[in-house]
Every structure is written in C-alpha cells, then in structure tokens.
C-alpha cells in the first residue's frame, strides 16, 4: 500500500512540476511569465550623443563611439585644413593653399555671401565703411580699403586662412563658411581690389554741351 501511494504522490509532484514549467513560459496579459534572462527581452538603449555613468566601453560614458583618427566624413576631403593656426601656417598658405580650378561664380554668390558676412564691417565695396567700423573705429585694419597695395597683393591662400582661423580682430568664418564659399568670397574680394577707385570726374561727367 505504501508502494502505491509512494507512486500516487510521485505522479502528483511531476504533474505540478510539469504545470508549473509550462505555465511559467505563457504570458497572459500583463503577466510575462517567468524571466530567466531579462536582458533578452529588455535590451539596454542608449540615447545617441549621450553620456551615462552606466556605459563602461566607450570613454567618458559616451554613447557613441569617437570616429577613428584621421576619418572624413563622405563629402568632406575639402574640410580638412593642413596648416596650422600660427604665423607659419599664415605664411605657408600663401603658396599651399589654392582656389579649386573648377571654381565657378556665375550665380553670384560670392556677393551675395560677401553682403551678408563682410559688408557690416568692410562695406560694400570694401572700402571699411561698414556700420560696425563706423561705430567702432579702433577695430579698422591698417589699410584704407581693398584697392589699397596690400590687399591687390595678399595672396588669395592667406584671405583663405584669415576666412578659416580669423586673424587681429577678424574672426573666424570657418562656422558659417563652406570651404568653396570661402573661395567664392575671396574671389569677389579681388574683383572689388582690382576696380579702379571712383573720382569726382568719373562720379560726376561733365555736360559736352554745356558752354565754359
């Protein structure tokens, strides 16, 4: 008798046991069953360009990792600038950096440009008569205007490095500046140095009708 009520109750706990297995992996509604491994279920996300104390593998608790060094971004070989912010960068540039050979400005950009970023201080054909020298005249640079012997003279590789790092008061542009608008500017910069400054007889011609 007790042989049979030994194999009654072994049957009675594999029952419960096999149920309770079962059961354990069926979720129902807002019950998820059992969870032997919750990460499984629950990954851990990480905002994009955010940093926590959790994140171990990257530095700084960084979400994202650091590109590797050297990396260009796809479409942006120009970005990258090979001289340094110094008084040997500033020289060098004059015969290494060079305006792109396919450089074009038939739209006019580089005026429409110049009028939004140089005009407050240069003026509008250059000649440092910007509201902002008007109201701050310790800020002019040494020379008068770009038809001035300096400025017909700089070499574009220099107004380029100025445009990118800034220099004396002027600063950098290289924030609101692509590499080619750079280019576009400075090539208008020159129109404007090689335009003959107007005279009084060029303002005003005189009547060839008009008697003495």
Not at 128 to 146: I, R
Request: hydrophobic share 30%; glycine share 8%; charged share 20%.
């Amino acid at each position: 008798m007790s042989k049979r009520m030994s194999k009654k109750f072994q049957i009675i706990i594999g029952t419960i046991a096999a149920a309770t297995l079962v059961t354990s992996c069926v979720s129902r509604g807002n019950n998820t069953g059992w969870e032997y491994a919750p990460d499984m279920y629950y990954s851990k996300g990480y905002e994009p360009y955010n940093q926590g104390d959790s994140n171990v593998i990257n530095p700084h608790g960084m979400s994202m990792r650091e590109p590797v060094a050297g990396s260009i971004a796809f479409g942006k070989a120009d970005f990258q600038y090979p001289l340094p912010n110094s008084g040997e960068g500033y020289e060098a540039a004059a015969t290494q950096i060079v305006a792109p050979a396919d450089l074009t400005d038939a739209d006019g950009r580089g005026k429409y440009l110049y009028n939004i970023y140089c005009t407050p201080c240069h003026g509008a054909n250059g000649d440092n008569d910007g509201e902002v020298f008007k109201k701050v005249s310790t800020l002019k640079p040494a020379w008068k205007g770009y038809t001035d012997e300096y400025i017909k003279t700089l070499p574009e590789g220099k107004i380029y490095h100025t445009l990118t790092y800034g220099k004396n008061n002027m600063g950098s542009h290289a924030s609101v500046l692509k590499p080619v608008d750079r280019w576009r500017v400075i090539k208008y910069v020159k129109q404007l140095s090689a335009a003959a400054p107007a005279t009084a007889d060029a303002a005003a011609p005189q009547d060839s009708t008009k008697k003495n």
